[in-house]
């Protein structure tokens, strides 16, 4: 396996805030992992994932992608190999579905027929008939359906590294449970890297390979779920577990 | 008044096609002019605050105030009075092209960004579509406000169906001031109505 993404020391700071929102971060991802990343609000997993597209740049430190420093990338560019899924989902209402999964292929010139083939093999990969989807607008889908064409959109182009910012945190929780099954199917078939924001503790353990804890902008463990289960790190990891042990649906059951 | 139009329909009728002639002249600068504008001002906030203020001051200055200030420098006439207006219409259509290019949600802009998107595709492809209600609401405020004014252009011998009212008032013409306030209000009625209907159209098309 190699690296896909390496943070070097990596540090960002917001004008007005008390402490580092990332500060000084190490951490290495191999290539075909799933990594949940959780914490609080604030805790810093959203600015740590936009550094990675670029919608933030660190005050400090390096990021790589594949061995290489993002920062001497055209960012525009670089986004294109990266499939970016938000919990507002920001799908273009005046496009039809397949016109928004045609975005980016489409700056990419691909020929409009294997544009369309890809448009019919992704609905189908997130659980949608084509034939019934495809020249529907956003509108006239629910939210699990929309969030479903955001994940196909960000899949479009069969990215190396997909980054999803809590995408299924404003979905209702029965559909919040097949999008969670249909991702772990979608990672396991991609053989990509896929970070995952989440401050779900449940989500986090059932999909991630391994589990990034972030508080106050810093790395608390990261490892896979059951060692960070059996050999909390911390006080603050072992009271995050302590607060869901009673729950029947968390992991290991 | 039937009287007065069986005998001047064709100085009437000339007096119509001025007015439409001047309004769909200034129309036609206004949309382009605006339209490089605004593109200009997607690229700097500074340059559209500090334009935003100066046509909205503009705009606050009376038209024949400032039909008068300009007649010394371009003269009296059609060049002068669609001047004006095109410069009226600028704080009209700018202002409401500015803000439904800029209140598109800020999530849609964040994910375009995040797949890729260059600014100028975002603009093209995704702003602009989601703003056009916005920009012809703009551009129907100022074609009934240019029908409107075009009318006391005639103050500076632009023609059009001012002349006709002027000259009513002038003359004391009964009949004069009838044709012209019918004509001018007639004009602006229809076409605002017309524009309604357009407008609705464009509404459906979008939410669908």
Known sequence: MSTAIGFKNVSKHFKGAGYNAVDHVNLSIEHGELITILGSSGCGKTTLLKMINRLYEPDEGRIEFFGEDISSSDPVKFRRKIGYVIQQIGLFPHMTVADNIATVPKILKWS???????????????????????NRYPAQLSGGQQQRIGLA???????????????????DAINRINLQDE??????????????????????????????IMDQGNIQQFDTPDNIVENPANDFVRSLI?????????IGD | MIDYLLRYHDKLFKAFLEHIEIVFVTLVISIILAGILTYIMMYSQLLTKVMMNLFAMIYSIPSLALFSILVPITGLGKDTAIIVLVLYNQYLILRN????????????????????????????????????????????????STIGIATIAASINAGGIGSVLLDGLRTLNTAKILWGALLSSGLAIMVNALLNIIEKRLTVIRNI
Do not use: W
């Not at chain 1, 302590?242 to 968390?250: I, L, N, P, T």
């Not at chain 2, 800029?102 to 595709?121: D, F, H, L, P, R």
């Open chain 1, 153 to 171: 959109r960000a899949l479009a182009v069969n990215p190396d590294v997909m980054l999803l910012d809590e995408p299924f945190g404003a979905i």
């Open chain 1, 242 to 250: 302590d607060s869901v042990k009673g729950q029947e649906r968390f």
């Open chain 1, 183 to 212: 991702l772990l199917k979608i990672h396991a078939a991609s053989k990509k890297t896929f970070l995952f924001v989440t401050h779900d503790i449940n989500e986090a353990f059932k999909l991630g390979t391994r589990v990034l």
């Open chain 1, 112 to 134: 409009k027929e294997k544009i369309n083939a890809r448009i019919d093999e992704l609905l189908e990969l997130v659980g949608l008939e084509p034939g019934e989807f495809r």
């Open chain 2, 97 to 144: 092209a500015i803000d439904g290019l800029n209140n598109v949600e800020a999530s849609i802009i964040e994910a375009a960004t995040g797949m890729g998107m260059s600014k100028s595709q975002i603009l093209f492809q995704v702003r602009l579509p989601l703003a056009l209600k916005a920009i012809f609401s703009g551009i129907h405020l100022s074609v009934v």
